[in-house]
């Protein structure tokens, strides 16, 4: 999984995650972005598109499309 992102100086970043695991424990302890921060870019897995919007929405988005079965 990569996430990739605007910051709030407009530097694109990009956070990456073995599996769906490492990236539902990031998403569900303390996020360093807030959650009406919008995902400029977007979430790839396996270098397909499967999300771009809020991060308050990703964890939902995540747990409710059941990619846990895609590592």
């Known amino acids: 999984y990569r996430l990739t992102y605007q910051d709030n100086y407009h530097?694109?970043?990009t956070l990456e995650y073995k599996d769906y695991e490492e990236l539902m424990l990031s998403l569900s302890g303390c996020?360093?972005?807030p959650?009406?921060?919008l995902i400029i870019q977007l979430l790839t897995l396996n270098d397909?598109?499967?999300y771009q919007g809020l991060v308050g929405d990703l964890y939902r988005f995540l747990s409710q499309a059941h990619f846990s079965?895609?590592?």
Do not use: G, S
């Open 48 to 50: 397909k598109v499967i």
């Open 35 to 37: 959650d009406t921060h």
């Open 11 to 13: 530097v694109e970043r």
């Open 31 to 33: 996020v360093t972005l």
């Open 69 to 71: 079965d895609k590592n």
